[in-house]
């Protein structure tokens, strides 16, 4: 069945439609990983956004369940140039079309996406429709396109109900317990807690809305704050709980929109990007070691370095090619937050040493509280 692509600057794309026939309008951003289409798909950090993936050939390995980063899939819509229908590998399932079909994200393939791609990094991320039906009136409909935004995506995507794992959770080893950590999920993904399972922690999860005093109460040896979708300035609620977070001087680790929301809740100031970092290949430096890693990515919006007071909180990491803040150190407080995915999976692994970091950091919280 054909398909279109309809950007809200007026370019249509034809090809053919992929998974769910329902029509979607969504924020229209790429990502250029050449593997990982699953947990690209069940990200939750790309709520309210369809996906396209640069590399041409997506889905030949099939679909392993073993590997979704969360229950549901995160993505509205997802655009590719080819389709495999049939995955060669011993671990999977089905395939991505009737994995589409199944959690019902509407998809496009047979696209020129070099030609998607290169209009989104010239004229920047912009809405889009996902159709079987070309519209009467092209006019009225891109009007509605343009009309769309992201926005209420957090509480969309974050759990339900406070969970607790202990390790031997999640298909990790069974090993004694050592710190307990509170996460507060604002789009969290499986690896996150996977990382700390593994490490020795008792994870739990925490909904986006939960009040700083029930998290305190428990005494947790540590924070995480998640990554997540949307714009960050969005989320006044979870900022303000922020705020007695950072003043309880509890070892705090954040990732992504985690990341985002802490340096808000702290006096500095967040934009949007002209089309974000999205892909499995970003180099990331440490200021303090001068090491550069190679992470995994995926955000539209980034803390503004001339923002950051200098009393608060310093530059921790940069983003190689374009100089972007990456990641913050606080100052006389055992927390630091980064930009890049330090549990990437699938993707990078070397910056996942950041976990230990904030282990050894929680050993000293452990030592004077208990």
Do not use: W
């Not at 090993?175 to 020795?200: H, M, P, S, W």
């Not at 714009?231 to 007695?244: G, N, R, S, Y």
């Not at 934009?271 to 992470?295: C, F, Q, W």
């Amino acid at each position: 069945m054909k398909a279109y692509l309809i950007l809200e600057d007026g370019t249509v794309f034809t090809g053919r439609s992929i998974g769910s026939e329902k029509e979607i309008i969504s924020e229209i951003v790429f990502n250029t990983s050449m593997t990982g289409y699953l947990e690209v798909l069940t990200d939750p950090s790309y709520a309210g956004q369809a996906v396209t993936m640069t590399y041409p050939l997506i889905g030949n390995y099939g679909i392993c369940r073993e590997d979704m980063e969360a229950k549901v899939t995160g993505a509205d819509g997802f655009i590719v140039r080819e389709l495999a229908r049939r995955g060669s590998n011993f671990r999977s399932e089905q395939s991505i079309q009737d994995f589409l079909k199944e959690h019902d994200v509407a998809g496009i393939e047979g696209i020129d996406t070099r030609a998607l791609t290169k209009i989104l990094r010239e004229k920047g991320t912009m809405n889009g429709m996902i159709t079987t039906k070309m519209p009467d009136n092209l006019e009225e409909v891109l009007e509605k396109i343009k009309a769309y935004s992201v926005c209420g995506v957090v509480d969309s995507v974050t759990t339900e109900k406070i969970v607790t794992y202990r390790p031997g959770d999640l298909g990790t080893a069974e090993v004694e317990v050592q710190y307990r950590v509170a996460v507060l999920d604002v789009g969290t993904k499986f690896n996150i807690a996977r990382c700390l399972l593994k490490r020795g922690c008792e994870v739990t999860i925490y909904p986006a809305r939960t009040k700083a005093e029930v998290i305190l109460e428990e005494n947790p040896d540590g924070i995480m704050l998640t990554n997540g979708p949307g714009d960050p300035k969005e989320c006044t609620e979870v900022i303000e709980q922020l705020k007695k977070l950072y003043q309880s001087d509890v070892p705090i680790f954040a990732i992504c929109l985690g990341h985002q929301l802490m340096a808000l809740a702290n006096g500095c100031d967040t934009e949007k990007m002209k089309y974000g970092h999205r892909g499995a290949n970003h180099p990331v430096k440490d200021l303090e070691t001068g090491k550069v890693y190679i992470s995994s990515q995926n955000h539209g919006y980034v803390v503004k370095d001339d923002s950051i007071p200098e009393d608060v909180a310093e530059v921790a990491f940069v983003n190689v090619n374009d100089g972007t803040v990456e990641g913050l150190k606080y100052k006389n407080k055992k927390i630091f937050t980064v930009q890049f995915h330090p549990e990437a999976c699938a993707g990078p692994k070397d910056s996942e040493v950041l976990f230990d970091r904030f282990i050894t950091i929680m050993g000293g919280n452990r030592e004077c509280q208990r």
